[in-house]
């Protein structure tokens, strides 16, 4: 949930707060209904609500799978935008590669705890197949290691970094379908509330409430981070930003929004949607075991182990952290190795919560059938089976 050191800011919006450095809190808060079945965003702002001592009012926000019936085909984005004249300047160029199916300013509720607000938009889009994109976005042969073969999803997620490095004032945070991505600078609650999340309904929400400690609170800045169907919540910090940051640099990611949260998205796109690495390996990646752990293993584990480990050493997340990561299809949540970050789980039917503390599952579900606190370095993971239809807002 922090940033990197050394953080140069570029745009001016973000110095409009402070650059606090402050010790660590932060709460993350997920719920899936694995059958697929709607509810709407209220369980999740009273979840969060609850840890609300862990934030400090410098971010908020929300990740919500399942809201946009209707326009379930449509690729759903949601931009920030710092003035009148980024936001002409990226539909000009949204104009070029996509059909705008729908577009929006986000329908927001006065809430008298959120100021400074700046222009958001949603935009629903169809992209234009055979337009090339030479002298939009960068040529980067080290995108080829694995096999970037001109996909839509290539696309999409290129597209989505070269805008948020490269234009000014505006910044694309969430670029999925039938899903969405709401956060901004303020407690997640009243982000909530702003949002008018009560308002929709979706089988999977994910949630974030900030205490930041290296990286100034800004609009872009909070959580979740997402790149296409990802969304990325975290509590901790990541001391090995840097190498992350360069690994994923070397597939073609950039990373551009000042916080160390947003390489985990990059991370989870590399190895799930591009290595296609099975999901439960991705904690022997990201939260590899240590190498003497690794010799004790039984052979077959072993070799599997030390594979991992070389083949994606850059991709070793070191550092206290806890995660949640969202999908269209499944909720993932991690601890780092030796759990520095609190971590505890809990099901009741079809419903599926992690949360930083037992009081905010407790809060939306008095008596859940099992309630366990997952060990460093082992995941939970939570798939959906199917979607139920019904209103998404």
Request: charged share 25%.
């Amino acid at each position: 949930m922090s940033g990197t050191e050394n953080i140069i800011i570029k745009r001016t919006k973000k110095s409009d707060y402070p650059d606090y450095n402050i010790p660590s809190g932060c709460a993350v808060f997920g719920i899936l209904n694995e059958e697929g079945l709607l509810f709407n965003g209220s369980m999740v702002i009273d979840g969060i609500a609850m840890m609300h001592d862990r934030s400090n009012g410098l971010g908020g926000g929300f990740a919500a799978y399942g809201i946009y019936p209707g326009f379930e085909n449509e690729w759903a984005f949601h931009i920030i935008y710092d003035d009148e004249s980024s936001r002409k300047n990226t539909e000009e160029i949204l104009n070029v590669y996509f059909r705008m199916v729908y577009e929006e300013e986000i329908p927001v509720r006065k809430t008298p705890q959120i100021s400074n607000i700046p222009i958001i938009y949603r935009y629903f889009l169809k992209y234009r197949e055979g337009i090339s994109a030479d002298g939009f976005l960068d040529t980067n042969p080290a995108k080829d290691r694995l096999g970037h073969d001109g996909s839509e999803e290539n696309f999409i997620a290129d597209f989505v970094m070269k805008v948020n490095s490269d234009i000014e004032g505006a910044y694309i945070i969430s670029s999925g379908k039938n899903m969405g991505i709401f956060k901004g600078v303020g407690y997640p609650e009243d982000i909530g509330n702003f949002f008018r999340l009560d308002e929709y309904k979706g089988y999977l929400w994910t949630s974030h409430g900030r205490f930041p400690t290296n990286s100034v609170g800004w609009w872009g800045g909070a959580h979740p981070f997402g790149l296409l169907g990802w969304s990325v919540v975290h509590n901790g910090e990541i001391s090995s930003y840097g190498r992350n940051q360069r690994f994923v640099d070397s597939f073609g990611y950039k990373c551009s929004l000042s916080t160390d949260t947003e390489v985990i998205a990059y991370l989870f796109d590399l190895l799930v949607r591009k290595s296609s690495i099975d999901l439960e390996l991705v904690n022997m990646i990201l939260a590899a075991p240590l190498w003497e752990q690794i010799e004790r293993m039984p052979e077959g584990d072993r070799q599997l182990a030390k594979t991992l480990r070389i083949l994606y050493g850059g991709a070793l997340v070191n550092g206290p952290f806890s995660i949640i990561v969202g999908s269209n299809n499944f909720m993932f949540a991690l601890n780092d190795r030796i759990k520095l970050r609190p971590m505890v789980a809990a099901k009741k039917e079809n419903f599926l919560f992690v949360s930083s503390e037992e009081s905010a599952i407790k809060k939306v579900c008095s008596e859940p059938e099992t309630v366990w606190h997952p060990e460093g370095g082992i995941p939970v993971i939570g798939r959906l089976k199917k979607v139920k239809a019904g209103s998404g807002r």
